[in-house]
């Protein structure tokens, strides 16, 4: 695999010597000017992603042609796409530990690693991709979005992937005998009540 279009072509003839010049081609029909043999050359593939054959063929000092080769590689620009899910896609989540659901594809060298953030400027580090990582919201409670990125293996990154939740705020009540300020008796009766309602 390459992420570029420019490539670097190692080139050898047997015997050595035997070739004077040397030309080139991405598709076998168009080739590029002779030039003197050498034995490296910088070329240019063809444009668009997926499989790329560079023909070479040598000559020899009269101009016929004495051998030819060629080699493939795989030209892969494209970034991963992906999906992330904090608990599932659930609407709210009244702790701020939560579990992300990750999915990403690439259809070139495939999805190496993630990287994830809170507030889209502070990153992890990029780590080993997997389906499914723990994860902590951080902040007071309200919405809250995590983003990801992925990346290939040849270091393509995404664009940011995200999802949000709402971080509930959890509270608690208990109240005396209806609010009384005085009782007469130790046997009291007590009303409780948490925030949000069935958490």
Same mark, same amino acid.
């Given at each position: 695999?390459t $992420? ?24 076998? #029909?168009? =080739?590029?000017?002779p030039?003197?043999? /050498? +034995?490296? $050359? %910088?070329? &240019? ?12 063929? @040598?000559?020899d ?6 051998? !030819? ?8 620009t &494209? *970034? *991963? ?9 659930? #609407?709210?989540?009244?702790t ?6 990750? +999915?990403? &594809? ?5 999805? /190496?690693d993630?990287?994830?953030? %809170? ?5 992890? #580090? =990029? !780590?080993? @991709? #997997?389906?499914?990582? *723990? ?13 990801? !990125? ?10 940011? @992937?995200?999802d ?17 300020? @005085? ?17």
């Amino acid at each position: 695999f390459t $992420k570029t279009a420019s490539v670097s072509l190692a080139l050898a003839v047997t015997p050595a010597g035997s070739a004077s010049t040397m030309a080139f081609s991405n598709d076998g #029909a168009s =080739w590029s000017a002779p030039e003197a043999f /050498a +034995a490296s $050359k %910088n070329w &240019t593939l063809s444009a668009g992603d997926g499989t790329k054959t560079v023909h070479a063929r @040598f000559a020899d000092s009269g101009g016929a042609v004495i051998a !030819q080769a060629s080699d493939t590689i795989v030209l892969d620009t &494209t *970034p *991963p796409s992906g999906t992330i899910a904090i608990d599932g896609g659930a #609407a709210s989540t009244i702790t701020a530990g939560v579990v992300l659901t990750l +999915a990403s &594809t690439d259809a070139g060298s495939g999805v /190496a690693d993630m990287r994830l953030s %809170n507030d889209g400027a502070t990153w992890t #580090a =990029w !780590q080993a @991709f #997997a389906a499914s990582l *723990p994860w902590t919201l951080t902040g007071s409670p309200g919405t809250k979005t995590v983003r990801v !990125q992925y990346r290939d293996a040849l270091g393509n990154a995404s664009t940011s @992937f995200s999802d949000s939740i709402e971080l509930l705020a959890v509270g608690g009540a208990v109240t005396i005998d209806a609010g009384a300020a @005085f009782t007469k008796t130790a046997s009291v009766s007590l009303a409780l009540a948490v925030t949000p309602a069935g958490s």
